[in-house]
């Protein structure tokens, strides 16, 4: 496993936008396919991106399309999550994770390691 810390959530109005990092502690990081979740109060975790352990293959949830991007750097062992036009349904704990592997991106249970999350909130 690895040990993932997120950063960059906070207060935004619609229309604006975030980055946030996920900074992996652990020497396998760059071998673990990574995704962000995230989860609104009532509702349950949803897949938002995900990132092959290379960098060179992508997943994005349809409603984020061509509005987030997620990226990753093998070698300061950290990932991203661009996001641009944000919505206030966008509002939600962001959390990232890494798993070894990972067969369906979408699902949560494919991955070994989560960090704590960071709260994202998007005002009209």
């Known amino acids: 496993q690895v040990q993932l810390v997120e950063s960059g959530g906070g207060l935004v109005q619609a229309g604006g936008s975030l980055r946030l990092s996920c900074a992996a502690s652990g020497r396998t990081f760059s071998s673990h396919n990574s995704g962000w979740f995230r989860q609104a109060p009532g509702k349950e975790r949803e897949f938002v991106a995900a990132?092959?352990?290379?960098?060179?293959?992508?997943y994005y949830a349809d409603s984020v399309k061509g509005r987030f991007t997620i990226s990753r750097n093998n070698v300061k062992n950290t990932m991203y999550l661009q996001m641009n036009s944000l919505k206030p349904d966008n509002t939600a704990v962001y959390s990232c994770?890494?798993?070894?592997?990972?067969?369906?991106?979408?699902?949560?249970?494919?991955?070994?390691?989560w960090g704590q999350g960071t709260q994202v909130t998007v005002a009209s």
């Open positions: 994770a890494a798993g070894f592997r990972v067969r369906d991106y979408r699902i949560p249970l494919q991955y070994d390691s």
């Open positions: 990132i092959s352990w290379s960098g060179s293959a992508t």
